[in-house]
């Protein structure tokens, strides 16, 4: 029997994952993400899967980010027709984002064809696929539970396991028999963090893994606890209370916080995290506005996932029969009409809105609306990449462009390190020692850039794991 292990996506990078195991000739897909960077180099190197869809065996989904769930409906439109294991949880969180993905597409053709019309330019462009490929795509997902072990080829065994990034997340461990004995393949996906709200921490397969394939987003970065996250923003959210007492003697009323969040997980852990905050009288209770389509979406796949929480948001909230994503003066608001009516709401509130880099959507709206204004603040949660407007508001810059208009930033900037859904180096080393790896051969390192899976790479040999290769385009690694 021969087995081999290589990368068609997130080697040495940390977008586009799609990873292959070969074994006996028949091909696993470990996740079919897509790769999120420049339109054109995006364009280019999602249009190329680099594999025939139509010899694939079975494709196993760890979860549902677009990187990792967003070139499905690519490969069952060209020709793939088994099945692709996932979570009850990621089959429907990847839904609504292949479907979401398959909007903008569309939208993006309308709007580029009429573009180039107005130039006089030749259009040729067309999505990657529809929404009927991301229908055909979610109906071929078959969900499996964690921990129920299920055979997806006659000799390979598939099981899940806690990974403690987002709702529904998953490591996937490869039990292949060979000859007389067992190959055991841990794929750990995006491997997430201790103490998240939310769900449960990364678990540790009792069963021992022969080989590793790990992610090193963070390979040289520590974060902070996500025990932090709570108490920050318990103490920006009184302040605003408190500015708003100050403010109530001399008739004013307008204080407020605008959290740009991801749709999906940051959202409701911000949601999560103010009604433990308020049912606890650590806070009064505040308008607290979900502004953005997709988060609410996203919430009611959170409110039917109950197996996927953890033990503290069971005690606090469901053997009480409350919802724990929704709250007296919570509001979920749907309608362009009931955002801009948040402009003229009269108490102080939160506005919880996306884009999370600020780069789109009705958060871009609110931050037009606020940003000049000093009784707002503006509290970053999440990670602002590089010449995003959402970068340079967290670095402080005294003016910035919003929709080609100029604006000056008097809001208050605020920032949450806290909520990163990535182990850091140390945690992931951590969590390592805490698998059986008495028959570990070698750990393979995806998902990450060169810098930080070099550090990463030397600290795991100073800490007992010498074999570590850290995977490269184009190379083939026998197992
Ligand atoms: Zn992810």
């Given at each position: 029997?021969?087995?081999?292990?290589?990368?068609l996506?997130?080697?040495?990078?940390?977008?586009?994952?799609?990873?292959?195991?070969?074994?006996?000739?028949?091909?696993?897909?470990?996740?079919?993400?897509?790769?999120?960077?420049?339109?054109?180099?995006?364009d280019r190197k999602n249009r190329n899967l680099g594999i025939?869809?139509?010899?694939?065996?079975?494709?196993?989904?760890?979860?549902?980010?677009?990187?990792?769930?967003?070139?499905?409906?690519l490969?069952?439109?060209?020709?793939?027709?088994?099945?692709?294991?996932?979570?009850?949880?990621?089959?429907?969180?990847?839904?609504?984002?292949?479907?979401?993905?398959?909007?903008?597409?569309?939208?993006?053709?309308?709007?580029?064809?009429?573009?180039?019309?107005?130039?006089?330019?030749?259009?040729?462009?067309?999505?990657?696929?529809?929404?009927?490929?991301?229908?055909?795509?979610?109906?071929?997902?078959?969900?499996?539970?964690?921990?129920?072990?299920?055979?997806?080829?006659?000799?390979?065994?598939?099981?899940?396991?806690?990974?403690?990034?987002?709702?529904?997340?998953?490591?996937?461990?490869?039990?292949?028999?060979?000859?007389?004995?067992?190959?055991?393949?841990?794929?750990?996906?995006?491997?997430?963090?201790?103490?998240?709200?939310?769900?449960?921490?990364?678990?540790?397969?009792?069963?021992?893994?022969?080989?590793?394939?790990?992610?090193?987003?963070?390979?040289?970065?520590?974060?902070?606890?996500?025990?932090?996250?709570?108490?920050?923003?318990?103490?920006?959210?009184?302040?605003?209370?408190?500015?708003?007492?100050?403010?109530?003697?001399?008739?004013?009323?307008?204080?407020?916080?605008?959290?740009?969040?991801?749709?999906?997980?940051?959202?409701?852990?911000?949601?999560?995290?103010?009604?433990?905050?308020?049912?606890?009288?650590?806070?009064?209770?505040?308008?607290?506005?979900?502004?953005?389509?997709?988060?609410?979406?996203?919430?009611?796949?959170?409110?039917?996932?109950?197996?996927?929480?953890?033990?503290?948001?069971?005690?606090?909230?469901?053997?009480?029969?409350?919802?724990?994503?929704?709250?007296?003066?919570?509001?979920?608001?749907?309608?362009?009409?009931?955002?801009?009516?948040?402009?003229?709401?009269?108490?102080?509130?939160?506005?919880?809105?996306?884009?999370?880099?600020?780069?789109?959507?009705?958060?871009?709206?609110?931050?037009?609306?606020?940003?000049?204004?000093?009784?707002?603040?503006?509290?970053?949660?999440?990670?602002?990449?590089?010449?995003?407007?959402?970068?340079?508001?967290?670095?402080?810059?005294?003016?910035?462009?919003?929709?080609?208009?100029?604006?000056?930033?008097?809001?208050?900037?605020?920032?949450?390190?806290?909520?990163?859904?990535?182990?850091?180096?140390?945690?992931?080393?951590?969590?390592?020692?805490?698998?059986?790896?008495?028959?570990?051969?070698?750990?393979?390192?995806?998902?990450?850039?060169?810098?930080?899976?070099?550090?990463?790479?030397?600290?795991?040999?100073?800490?007992?794991?010498?074999?570590?290769?850290?995977?490269?385009?184009?190379?083939?690694?026998?197992?």
């Amino acid at each position: 029997m021969s087995m081999a292990f290589y990368s068609l996506g997130a080697a040495e990078e940390v977008t586009g994952s799609k990873h292959v195991l070969d074994i006996d000739g028949k091909s696993f897909l470990i996740d079919c993400g897509a790769f999120q960077g420049s339109r054109a180099e995006a364009d280019r190197k999602n249009r190329n899967l680099g594999i025939a869809a139509d010899k694939i065996e079975a494709v196993v989904l760890t979860h549902g980010h677009l990187d990792h769930c967003g070139l499905l409906p690519l490969l069952v439109k060209e020709g793939y027709q088994g099945n692709i294991f996932s979570t009850p949880a990621s089959r429907d969180i990847a839904s609504l984002i292949m479907m979401d993905s398959a909007n903008i597409q569309a939208r993006d053709a309308i709007y580029l064809r009429k573009q180039a019309q107005r130039k006089g330019e030749k259009f040729d462009w067309t999505p990657l696929f529809n929404e009927q490929d991301a229908i055909q795509a979610s109906s071929q997902m078959v969900g499996i539970s964690y921990n129920r072990p299920m055979y997806i080829s006659d000799n390979v065994k598939l099981e899940f396991y806690d990974a403690g990034h987002i709702l529904g997340s998953a490591m996937a461990m490869f039990t292949v028999k060979k000859d007389d004995e067992e190959i055991r393949i841990l794929a750990t996906g995006d491997l997430g963090r201790k103490n998240k709200p939310i769900i449960r921490d990364p678990d540790s397969p009792k069963l021992a893994p022969d080989y590793i394939i790990l992610e090193s987003t963070y390979g040289d970065r520590r974060h902070e606890s996500p025990d932090n996250a709570m108490d920050k923003l318990a103490e920006i959210a009184k302040r605003m209370m408190k500015n708003n007492m100050v403010k109530n003697n001399k008739q004013e009323n307008k204080s407020r916080i605008i959290i740009p969040a991801f749709a999906i997980e940051r959202t409701q852990e911000l949601v999560y995290y103010f009604h433990l905050l308020v049912d606890q009288g650590i806070i009064p209770e505040i308008p607290i506005f979900v502004d953005s389509p997709m988060a609410t979406n996203a919430t009611t796949i959170f409110q039917v996932h109950p197996e996927c929480y953890d033990k503290e948001i069971k005690d606090a909230f469901i053997k009480h029969h409350k919802n724990p994503f929704g709250f007296n003066k919570l509001r979920f608001t749907t309608s362009v009409d009931e955002s801009k009516a948040l402009n003229d709401f009269k108490e102080p509130h939160v506005i919880i809105s996306a884009d999370g880099m600020c780069e789109a959507g009705r958060v871009q709206h609110h931050l037009i609306h606020s940003i000049e204004d000093p009784d707002t603040t503006i509290l970053i949660v999440g990670y602002m990449a590089e010449n995003t407007l959402g970068r340079r508001i967290r670095n402080r810059e005294s003016e910035v462009k919003i929709h080609g208009q100029k604006f000056n930033v008097r809001a208050h900037v605020e920032e949450i390190n806290a909520f990163s859904a990535h182990t850091d180096y140390a945690e992931a080393t951590d969590w390592l020692k805490t698998l059986d790896t008495s028959r570990l051969k070698k750990i393979f390192l995806v998902h990450g850039e060169p810098k930080p899976q070099a550090a990463f790479k030397k600290y795991l040999a100073d800490n007992g794991f010498p074999n570590t290769q850290i995977v490269r385009y184009g190379e083939t690694y026998p197992l």
